[in-house]
């Protein structure tokens, strides 16, 4: 049995879709899966064993229809028995369309029904502590009865020479395991998802006052220049805890150095999902625009917890859909203060043990 799986789009979406192949290889030991995904994410679900072949989604797919028309082709070639459209967008449409797989499954979508055999009605409230994401995913695999036995964490895996070149690297720069080590989300994917520059450095003075730890900023180089403008607006005592040079210079050498790290503290986004694969705790900061219950995985309060304006002010929102909220994000953020944030996050700080 050949089997498709397809999630384009963002990192922590292709990662957490990782857990769809490992139900299915659960459901069929013998199939063989190929996962589907954005070449700019496969850094993140390389050594994964839950699949057998990546296969990517380029560029010029994208770019040049004669280049995509190629691709598809190719896929048709394949000739899979399943494809599991976890995307649903146009493109996947297409590729789900031209797979001519017997069996096509998806998420229901009145325009696009008619192009898989089985369609999954996507549910709006959770029922463990995995998310919405998570388990509306597992729907995909399993019949409802079964999501709660079933729940899948999504997993990271590293080679043994990642692991040990990044801590010889940290090493390297005076950074070792005997001081805790907390890595920063300063930035999101954009400025609807980042906390305001001054909010955030207070945030990161309050970790360094209650924990002492040495700190890392995730950013990119693109991103520098907003980092380096949090950087300066923490004080002096903070700044000497942050080794503001030391990052992965790629997505891998990035995930290798978060394993070394005691918690991921920050935005959200993938850099949250990326620590929780790798099972470090988290302390999330949603953007106000975000739905809580959709992305906050497996949060218990204890090792995985958030902040989120709806939680303080739920009147802001006066029924308003995301979409709606999503073009007041810059507005509303206004309203998420380090002093929200800050209590909560210091009695998450006290209560962990690392």
């Known amino acids: 049995m050949k089997i498709l799986v397809i999630q384009q789009k963002m990192i922590g979406d292709v990662l957490t879709s990782t857990i769809i192949c490992e139900a299915l290889k659960k459901e069929y030991p013998k199939a063989t899966i190929d996962y589907l995904v954005n070449s700019s994410t496969k850094p993140v679900i390389q050594e994964n064993p839950f699949f057998d072949d990546i296969i990517e989604f380029k560029n010029k797919y994208r770019d040049s229809k004669k280049e995509f028309y190629s691709f598809l082709k190719e896929i048709k070639k394949l000739k899979y028995d399943l494809v599991i459209d976890a995307y649903g967008k146009l493109e996947s449409n297409l590729i789900s369309y031209f797979s001519k797989a017997p069996k096509k499954i998806s998420f229901y979508k009145w325009y696009t029904r008619f192009l898989y055999s089985e369609v999954i009605y996507r549910k709006s409230e959770p029922i463990t502590n995995a998310s919405i994401a998570i388990e509306n995913r597992l729907r995909l695999v399993y019949s409802e009865n079964k999501i709660t036995a079933n729940i899948i964490r999504p997993k990271i895996f590293l080679t043994e020479e990642e692991k040990n070149t990044s801590k010889q690297y940290l090493k390297n720069n005076g950074i070792t395991s005997e001081t805790p080590l907390i890595m920063i989300s300063v930035l999101g994917s954009e400025m609807r998802k980042t906390l305001p520059f001054n909010y955030m450095a207070k945030v990161i003075d309050e970790i360094v006052t209650t924990t002492?730890?040495?700190?890392?900023?995730?950013?990119?180089?693109?991103?520098?220049?907003?980092?380096?403008?949090?950087?300066?607006?923490?004080?002096?005592?903070?700044?000497?805890?942050?080794?503001?040079?030391?990052?992965?210079?790629?997505?891998?050498?990035?995930?290798?150095?978060?394993?070394?790290?005691?918690?991921?503290?920050?935005?959200?986004?993938?850099?949250?999902?990326?620590?929780?694969?790798?099972?470090?705790?988290?302390?999330?900061?949603?953007?106000?625009?975000?739905?809580?219950?959709?992305?906050?995985?497996?949060?218990?309060?204890?090792?995985?917890?958030?902040v989120h304006l709806y939680d303080s002010k739920p009147e802001l929102y006066d029924n308003k859909t995301p979409k709606e909220m999503k073009n007041k994000a810059l507005e509303l953020y206004k309203n998420l203060s380090s002093e929200l944030i800050i209590p909560k996050l210091r009695s998450y700080l006290q209560n962990l043990k690392f």
């Open 212 to 306: 002492s730890a040495n700190i890392l900023f995730n950013y990119i180089p693109n991103q520098e220049k907003d980092a380096k403008a949090i950087y300066d607006l923490t004080t002096k005592n903070t700044r000497k805890h942050i080794h503001f040079n030391v990052f992965g210079k790629s997505l891998r050498e990035f995930i290798a150095i978060l394993s070394h790290c005691n918690i991921l503290i920050g935005n959200e986004g993938g850099a949250v999902n990326m620590a929780k694969a790798l099972d470090k705790p988290t302390f999330t900061i949603f953007s106000p625009w975000i739905i809580k219950k959709d992305w906050n995985m497996f949060e218990d309060g204890i090792k995985h917890d958030s």
